[in-house]
């Protein structure tokens, strides 16, 4: 059963049989379909795309932060193994023993906190000099620095008008008198 179809299709459309017509249609239309889907396909990056990444940059970004924390705790505890040297075995020692290792340990916090006092002293006196530099930087700009306004409580202010008032209307009453 050969099917005429519209003029269209051209001579081709009269020898094919009314199945083949439907089936060249569908994959016409398939055909289509797909072409203005990639058509209206803006990028490369479909939602799927998009959500695997973002998936996959969190694992990286975990197993990262995971590395970095170990590191970390690592450094920090060979900073500490410098700094305060091995534990001392208080539990197997004698008398004299626990009397040297005491004295160490006091030695030991004794430097420590000189070398503090020092530092902090230095941190005041850099605090000092930098304060000096930026007034006379200020200075040599014309531009002054705001200086930091005390906070008054709202009440005292009211307290404040209503003793203005009060003496006021003191005045006004005297003036009235005479």
């Given amino acids: 059963a050969v099917v005429s179809t ?11 049989t009314e199945q083949e017509v ?15 889907k990639m058509a209206k396909k803006k990028g490369f990056m479909t939602p799927e795309r998009k959500k695997k990444l973002r998936t996959l940059l969190r694992k990286k970004a975990a197993e990262e932060l995971k590395k970095e924390q170990e590191r970390k705790a ?3 505890l060979r900073v500490i193994a410098e700094r305060c ?25 004794y430097g420590l906190e000189g070398e503090m006092f020092f530092l902090q002293r230095e941190v005041i006196l850099r605090d000092l000099q930098i304060n000096e530099l930026t007034i006379s ?17 709202k009440y005292e202010n009211k307290f404040a008008k209503l003793q203005e008032k009060a003496a006021k209307f003191a005045f006004a009453n005297q003036l009235k008198a005479k």
């Fill in 22 to 36: 439907q089936d060249h249609l569908v994959c016409f239309l398939a055909f289509e379909t797909t072409k203005l």
């Fill in 137 to 153: 930087v200020s200075d040599m700009k014309g531009k002054f620095i705001k200086p930091t306004l005390k906070k008054v409580s």
């Fill in 85 to 109: 040297g091995t534990k001392a075995d208080l539990d197997n020692a004698s008398t004299d023993e626990l009397k040297k290792i005491c004295q160490q340990y006091f030695d030991k916090w």
């Fill in 74 to 76: 690592e450094e920090r």
């Fill in 6 to 16: 519209q003029s269209t299709w051209g001579d081709l459309s009269r020898l094919l």
